[in-house]
């Protein structure tokens, strides 16, 4: 053999253990000459059906139940004040005295007129009767007769009129004291005392506030408010149940009495696309302040035997929602689902699963329908 024959013989029994180890390395014992990928490794949570309890919070502020405007029936003097700014006051009780003497005046010459058409009318009476017996012996004309008649009959006008000023000025005479129209808490005085105020200038506010009102908007979009809109119109029929509302105090505690919503609007407003509602609530303690700012939360709607899942399982695909179950050979299926609102960070779904199915709620990126996957249980706090 010589040298060159020797060195390509060499060099062929390298090249051949080179490919034997090149073939090595791409086959498995047993294979079919592909290295085979690992499974991908997800995380599913078995899913039970529940009932649920949907619920909204508006933003709200806090109002009397009746706040009514105190204002002067008559015209004069701001005399005195007679209740101390922000004391709660009885319906009826004296707020503010303006001065009486006027109307004193007024009334004593409204009786002085009154006693005068009264006794012109007695005088008329007494003229009728006379002619009328006159008339029946043939003693005076017939035009004499009805002008008496006429007499009287004005006299009893005029003492109709006396009887109407009489009565408008002891009215004025009442009016210049001024009571509380409700029961409630005053506010401050308008006017100081020693003021000429006229008729209709605003004195003071009385709100009462108990029970208070919550005034709210809902938007048009929430779940439930076409029943709060019928609600609100079919008000006094007895099919009717009272719907019931909580206050969230502005430190985030919840108030301890439940309200109940008593007007929505019957229309959406155009231009906010919300609904007006207000709701009454007992208000003994007064923990509620007019003028307050809470939220009002109010249960939309009771949802039965839905499923209540991690948001992140939910996909987008090309018919809608979808989710990825797991059955017990480990493979992966895409379920269509039906959607619901989300309720307390977790989404409902109202329709696509079944109770104990294996939902995957981690390692959904990439995955596809029919696939093998490693899956493990999630964590009881999952």
Do not use: K
């Amino acid at each position: 053999m010589t040298q060159a024959t020797s060195g390509r013989s060499a060099f062929s029994g390298v090249l051949l253990v080179a490919a034997m180890l090149l073939v090595g390395c791409g086959t498995e014992p047993g294979g079919n000459g592909e290295q085979e990928s690992p499974a991908p490794r997800v995380t599913v949570a078995t899913v039970e059906t529940q009932d649920v309890r949907v619920q909204g919070e508006y933003a709200g502020r806090v109002r009397g139940s009746r706040e009514v405007e105190v204002r002067a029936r008559v015209e004069g003097l701001l005399e005195e004040r007679l209740y101390t700014e922000g004391q709660l006051v009885e319906e009826g009780d004296a707020l503010f005295r303006i001065d009486p003497e006027p109307y004193e005046i007024a009334v004593r010459s409204a009786e002085a007129e009154r006693a005068d058409t009264a006794a012109s009318l007695a005088q008329a009476e007494r003229e009728w009767e006379r002619i009328a017996g006159l008339y029946q012996r043939d003693a005076v004309s017939r035009r004499e007769r009805d002008q008496a008649e006429t007499n009287r009959q004005l006299a009893e006008a005029r003492l109709s009129l006396a009887d109407a000023a009489l009565a408008d000025a002891r009215r004025n005479l009442r009016y210049t004291e001024v009571t509380a129209p409700v029961s409630g808490a005053t506010d401050l005085e308008s006017l100081p005392e020693g003021s000429l105020i006229e008729r209709g200038t605003l004195l003071t506010t009385v709100t009462r506030h108990d029970p208070v009102h919550v005034r709210f908007a809902l938007p048009e979009t929430d779940a439930g408010i076409q029943r709060l809109a019928r609600r609100a119109m079919g008000r006094g029929q007895d099919e009717v149940q009272p719907y019931t509302a909580q206050v969230i105090l502005p430190g985030g505690e919840p108030y301890e009495r439940e309200g109940e919503v008593d007007f929505t609007a019957s229309t959406i407003n155009p231009r906010t696309g919300t609904v007006s509602a207000r709701a009454v609530f007992e208000n003994p303690d007064g923990d509620l302040v007019p003028g307050q700012f809470v939220r009002v939360r109010l249960l939309l709607e009771e949802l039965e035997d839905v499923f209540l899942i991690d948001q992140r399982a939910v996909g987008e695909g090309r018919d809608g929602p979808q989710v990825f179950v797991v059955d017990d050979d480990a493979v992966a299926h895409v379920r269509t689902v039906r959607l619901g609102p989300v309720v307390d960070r977790r989404q409902v779904v109202l329709e696509g699963l079944e109770a104990g199915d294996r939902l995957v709620v981690n390692g959904m990126a990439g995955l596809e329908d029919g696939a093998s996957v490693d899956a493990a249980e999630a964590d009881e706090e999952s």
